[in-house]
């Protein structure tokens, strides 16, 4: 899942890139982390992408298709603001729907600020969502705070959420660091 609101078009200090290009960057190298039987899918969040759902799907999960993948982070575009609790909880639900159960079914979500969007689930409701009920299986989420712009209550949720779902929480400061905090992330599976 990768942050597409509007924060993610700011330059990045030291650089000639936005947040959202060295993020798409990285997650295009990413993808070598991937075997050709890994099922592999992309979904974009900001706010109202579609009415009131906060995401997109751009690649659904299925074999990795590079070509799909890579083409649909570089046509990415920043706007409006975070949609992040529903948003994850979808792709939570959406993972859990084609789990295998050989596999390591996770998700991981790159943002850069904290949810925006009013009209979403609570931070209580959202982690409850996130546990697996009775026979369903585990999807663990990987949540990376993008920059130093979350709050530490934002930050806090997605510390949480990874707790929830056996995860783990990364934090990359220095939006310039991003590519090898994905290689960090990748090296789970």
Excluded: C
Excluded at 16 to 38: V, W
Excluded at 175 to 180: G, M
């Amino acid at each position: 899942m990768m942050d597409t609101s509007g924060s993610m078009k700011e330059k990045v200090e030291g650089t000639n890139s936005t947040r959202l290009q060295l993020a798409t960057r990285a997650a295009s190298a990413s993808l070598s982390y991937f075997g050709t039987n890994d099922a592999v899918g992309l979904w974009e969040f900001s706010t109202h992408l579609s009415g009131s759902v906060d995401h997109r799907q751009l690649v659904p999960i299925s074999a990795k298709d590079e070509e799909a993948l890579t083409r649909a982070l570089r046509n990415l575009q920043p706007q409006n603001d975070t949609g992040l609790y529903d948003t994850a909880r979808n792709a939570v639900n959406a993972v859990r729907a084609q789990a295998d159960a050989d596999g390591i079914n996770a998700v991981v979500l790159l943002t850069d600020g904290d949810n925006q969007d009013p009209g979403s689930v609570s931070p209580a409701a959202l982690l409850a969502g996130l546990r697996p009920r009775a026979g369903q299986p585990a999807v663990r989420v990987y949540p990376i705070a993008f920059g130093d712009d979350l709050s530490e209550a934002g930050k806090g949720v997605l510390n949480q959420i990874a707790r929830t779902t056996g995860g783990r929480y990364y934090q990359s400061n220095d939006p310039r660091d991003i590519e090898s905090v994905l290689g960090d992330v990748m090296s789970n599976f």
